[in-house]
Nanobody
Framework: QVQLVESGGGLVQAGGSLRLSCAAS??????MGWFRQAPGKEREFVAA???????LYADSVKGRFTISRDNAKNTVYLQMNSLKPEDTAVYYC?????????????WGPGTQVTVSS
């Protein structure tokens, strides 16, 4: 079973940037996505990328976040710019059902992103 490990989180001021990485122990799935869970809230979809590099974004991050992938490195990235305090959450990556915002597979430990105002 492929394991996913997220990294790159941290504390940043509003307006700042972070780049998250999701490293897979084997080949990454054809469709991969990022999700996040803020305290007291349900986990929500952030972005997804297909094997053909098509992308899908939640409205709340569109224009600020960019998802990308490097198949040779079995890694998916999330570049986050113009961060807002409401982006504070634990960020997770996972495989995604093609054409949807639905994750499947096991969740990794996530990486904490905290945006101060």
């Amino acid at each position: 079973q492929v394991q996913l490990v997220e990294s790159g989180g941290g504390l940043v001021q509003a307006g700042g940037s972070l780049r998250l990485s999701c490293a897979a122990s084997g080949h990454i799935f054809s469709n991969m996505g990022w999700f996040r869970q803020a305290p007291g809230k349900e986990r929500e979809f952030v972005a997804a990328i297909s094997s053909g590099f098509s992308t899908l974004y939640a409205d709340s991050v569109k224009g600020r976040f960019t998802i990308s992938r490097d198949n040779a490195k079995n890694t998916v990235y999330l570049q986050m710019n113009s961060l807002k305090p409401e982006d504070t959450a634990v960020y997770y990556c996972n495989a995604v059902v093609p054409g949807t915002m639905t994750a499947f597979g096991s969740w990794g430990p996530g990486t904490q992103v905290t945006v101060s105002s």
